[in-house]
């Protein structure tokens, strides 16, 4: 007895000892994947056009504005200026840089992204170990190393349904999870898709469990860049079969992942935001407003509704009806239930309705639209839907016969993306005013869905849904 007491006890320490060297000797793993492999991979005839684009050893591309210093509206022109005019304009500006900078990289990257803190990495060590072992035994995970253009080693896990893809063939669609500023794929939001079926591939920001690196905006989107190569080259996944998931800060990842590679199936934003900027100013002193607003736009341009308006096509945004993270009602007080006018999910799906749709946005459907996101349960919803007498076939029939007329009329090719019709559509012409508060209404139920979770909690699978295709 005392044998087999001895045999359980050494597997048992074994087993420990292998699950820690899963994580701390992830380093000395094999590289899995480079950003650069898709040549060697593809060939010269991808038909990725995105894909094939060399990056170049600074990062991918990034949407760079006026908000991050460029040439604004009524601003003379870099080349008007005399070369003294510039000499002293960064004299002025350098003392703001520094302070800028140094808030950046202390304070400030620790606000935005906490889960980069090495004491919070060994605190969750346990747990993030029981988590990769699950994926690992139960859902068959395989971990692999992948190499992003600035050398960052991006830790990812991937669990495949291919050979077995269940009810409605969910299987074969892959999710990619981008997860929040305090979450890792192994205890993070992966786990509503993996549990509805779908083959999953999560992965770590940089500076998070076994990826290398600091978490700023360039660099995650390095990550997510071979995240995406990966899914399409190594696993072969057709595009249209790849699922963007984000939730949380996630979301700025998967929208420019999705702009970066519109031939992408489908995105699915959950709890997430249009921008940084009056996130950190809730939290933030008032008499930092100036070197706040500066050190978010320069280090941390999170520009989700910028660049989740230059995908075309479907997206779903999960709004969580408790969530007080996302939200800028008050000031650090938890929010009563149901408080969602300050749930700045409400802007992204604005901004988007407003970019995709302006005919049926302008006045009347903005209106509505916005009244109708104040809704803060789903019977309130409901019940604000019906006032309206929303006659769904005649929405869906009306969309569906603008795009019929315009495939009958376009004959211009760049009219045209990977997901038929490219936006804005002109549909909405000529209606009357209750007609376009109730295709208004339809389009924006169409796209947001109501969640009553508060932010963290994780997603019920029966709540992860795929967007709505006209």
């Given amino acids: ?34 950003w650069d492999d898709v040549r060697a991979v593809g060939g010269g005839g991808s038909g990725h056009r995105a894909l094939t684009c060399a990056a170049a050893a600074a990062g991918v591309w990034l949407l760079r504005g006026a908000a991050l210093g460029g040439d604004a509206p009524g601003r003379p022109l870099r080349g ?14 350098l003392p703001g840089q520094l302070a800028s900078y140094a808030l950046a990289h202390s304070l400030g990257r620790w606000l935005v992204y906490p889960g980069s803190m090495f004491l919070m990495t060994r605190a969750l060590l346990p747990l993030l170990q029981q988590g990769q072992e699950r994926l690992v035994e139960r859902y068959r995970g395989r971990r692999a190393k992948l190499v992003a253009c600035d050398g960052n080693e991006i830790d990812t896990m991937f669990m495949d349904r291919r ?18 500023n305090a979450g890792f794929y192994e205890m993070g939001c992966l786990s509503a898709p993996l549990e509805a079926g779908y083959s999953v591939l999560g992965w770590n920001h940089p500076g998070f469990g076994g990826s290398t690196g ?26 249209t079969h790849v699922v963007v998931y984000g939730w949380s800060i996630g979301g700025f990842t998967a929208t420019w992942a999705t702009m970066t590679y519109p031939e992408l199936g489908a995105l699915v934003l959950d709890a997430t935001f249009d921008d940084l900027v009056p996130l950190a100013l809730k939290v933030m002193p008032h008499s930092w407003k100036g070197l706040v607003v500066r050190t978010v736009r320069e280090h941390f341009n999170l520009n989700v509704a910028e660049q989740l308006c230059r995908y075309p096509g479907p997206v779903l945004l999960l709004r969580r009806t408790q969530d007080d993270v996302v939200s800028t009602s008050g000031h650090l007080r938890p929010l009563p239930s149901g408080d969602v006018e300050g749930n700045r999910g409400n802007e992204l799906l604005l901004r988007l309705l407003q970019h995709r749709y302006p005919v049926v946005m302008a006045r009347e459907g903005l209106a509505v639209v916005t009244r109708w996101l104040r809704a803060g349960s789903l019977a309130q919803e409901a019940a604000f839907y019906a006032r309206y007498r929303v006659d769904d076939d005649w929405c869906l029939a009306l969309l569906r016969s603008y795009r019929a007329r315009c495939e009958d009329e376009q004959e211009d090719e760049e009219a045209w993306g990977p997901h038929g019709l490219s936006f804005p559509w002109l549909v909405g012409q000529g209606l009357s005013p209750r007609r376009r508060r109730q295709l208004a209404l339809f389009l924006a139920r169409k796209h947001l869905k109501n969640v009553e979770a508060t932010h963290c909690s994780p997603l019920e699978p029966e709540d992860f849904q795929l967007p709505w295709r006209l």
């Fill in 163 to 180: 050979q077995h893809p269940g009810s409605q063939s969910r299987g074969l669609r892959l999710v990619i999870c981008c997860e929040g």
């Fill in 214 to 239: 600091a978490p700023f905006p360039q660099h995650d989107a390095n990550a997510v860049d071979v995240v995406v190569k990966y899914a399409l080259h190594r696993l072969h996944f057709p595009p």
């Fill in 80 to 93: 008007a200026r005399s070369q003294a005019q510039c000499l002293l304009q960064q004299i002025r500006e």
């Fill in 1 to 34: 007895m005392c044998v087999v007491c001895f045999v359980k006890a050494l597997v048992h320490v074994f087993k420990i000892y292998l699950t820690a060297n899963y994580t701390y000797n992830f380093r000395s793993w094999p590289v899995d994947f480079r």
